[in-house]
């Protein structure tokens, strides 16, 4: 009945609002519990119990670099989510993404070297700052070409992240699109280029857009090779994994789509394959491993209610990193948590850094515990907007859906924390 009550229910402005929404690591023990191996031989982590305490936990958040953050090891601004109020007391789950070196011969001089090392420096930066905590982004997307030892590398470098302090992962296996056409931020592209799937012109300006319009393109979210490595860490390693497996709702590109021989909107194209992805975790991986695949950014599916539904209905977790529909979402936002208590994660894809961050809290807060029907207006990271409540901390609000007691805190933190053993 869930299905049918969400798809009724989010014709609000939830799904009505386009949105545009940014070498083996250094040993660490900090920022988990005590950790160990289990029966079989694979380590077990999970964040410290005191993160249970906390006002909130922001599951997709990433850095800005400083060499003088850590005794003149490159590691995480933290001054921004240092500046927060007691009151906002929350905790960070920093998602490194060095696999865009991908791109490497793309990126402006400046940026050349940003992602050399990054897991290393998130790593860092958990090791000594209490309130965060690192997932890395996997090498093998970058140093390895797909082939039939592939996912077994793959596999290998995963569990040794975790040995080294990592309690989760990141991927971008969706994204062909960067705000302003930059090349750079196209990793289906880049990846297929690395592996020499497609065939570009030498001196092309768009590389990465040439590629994906060819037949012989391939899709991380479609190779099984991929999905044994998703099933491994989900399942064996028994860790979260934050995947931006589609592109975003505007995105101006176009690629091939293996599954229809046809050229289409890459946003199109990549959210089909996310929901395949899906429903492949749904059938082939334990319900409790399943919520450990956290689908990014709510998988870009705000506008489609039946795709939403879809997706979340094969018992996959989503992060909220869409601030401007759930700014205005209301009632409609209700009925989502309504339909799915346990599989959202708050999740706000804003960097440590940055000194809006208490404003930017404020505003998501009130979108989330806020009245329903009261508006207030917010100047944060995500610009000036308006926002009304969602009043989850009230099981029941005249003419909106009904939610579990405690959802708040559920949506919050403690759907995160659970998705650990």
Not at 48 to 67: N, T, V
Not at 157 to 165: D, F, I, M
Request: aromatic fraction near 10%.
């Amino acid at each position: 009945m869930k299905s049918a009550r969400l798809t009724t229910v989010l014709t609000g402005p939830l799904l009505g609002l386009a949105v545009a929404c940014g070498h083996s690591g250094s040993p660490s023990s900090a920022g988990t519990d005590a950790g160990g191996t289990d029966g079989s031989g694979e380590p077990w982590v999970r964040p410290p119990a005191e993160w249970a305490q906390a006002a909130f936990i922001d599951a997709h958040m990433h850095c800005g670099l400083s060499e003088a953050a850590c005794s003149g090891q490159r590691c995480c601004d933290f001054s921004g989510f240092a500046g927060l109020a007691p009151a906002r007391e929350g905790r960070a789950v920093l998602l490194s993404n060095e696999y865009w070196r991908v791109n490497d011969s793309l990126f402006e001089p400046q940026f050349q070297d940003y992602f050399e090392g990054l897991n290393d420096a998130y790593l860092a930066t958990a090791a000594t700052e209490p309130n965060a905590i690192a997932f890395v982004g996997l090498r093998c997307l970058y140093q390895e070409k797909l082939d039939d030892a592939w996912a077994a590398k793959c596999k290998a470098e995963a569990k040794n992240w975790v040995t080294q302090g990592a309690l989760g992962f990141k991927d971008h296996i969706g994204k062909q699109f960067e705000s302003g056409d930059v090349e750079a931020g196209y990793f289906l592209g880049g990846w297929n280029r690395f592996n020499g799937f497609c065939q570009v012109m030498p001196g092309s300006s768009t590389p990465n857009s040439d590629c994906m319009q060819q037949p012989t393109v391939r899709y991380l979210a479609l190779e099984p090779a991929w999905r044994e490595v998703l099933r491994y860490i989900l399942e064996e390693l028994r860790v979260p994994i934050v995947s931006h497996a589609a592109s975003y709702d505007g995105a101006a590109t176009t690629c091939y789509d293996p599954t229809t021989s046809q050229v289409a909107p890459c946003a199109q194209v990549t959210r089909e394959h996310q929901l395949l992805l899906a429903e492949w975790l749904g059938s082939h991986v334990p319900p409790e491993a399943r919520r450990r695949f956290i689908v990014a950014h709510m998988g870009f599916m705000t506008k489609d209610a039946a795709g939403l539904t879809r997706m979340l209905d094969t018992g996959v977790s989503t992060d909220t990193a869409r601030f401007e529909a759930f700014a205005v979402a209301g009632c409609a936002g209700r009925a989502l948590v309504a339909a799915y208590p346990k599989q959202l994660v708050f999740g706000t894809d804003r960097r440590v850094d940055q000194n809006c961050l208490p404003s930017s809290y404020d505003a998501f807060l009130h979108a989330l515990q806020g009245p329903v029907g009261v508006s207030k207006s917010f100047t944060s990271c995500w610009g000036t907007s308006d926002t009304t409540g969602m009043q989850l901390a009230d099981p029941k609000v005249p003419g909106c859906a009904d939610v579990p007691p405690g959802v708040l805190d559920a949506v919050l933190k403690r759907n995160f924390l659970s998705l650990y053993p």
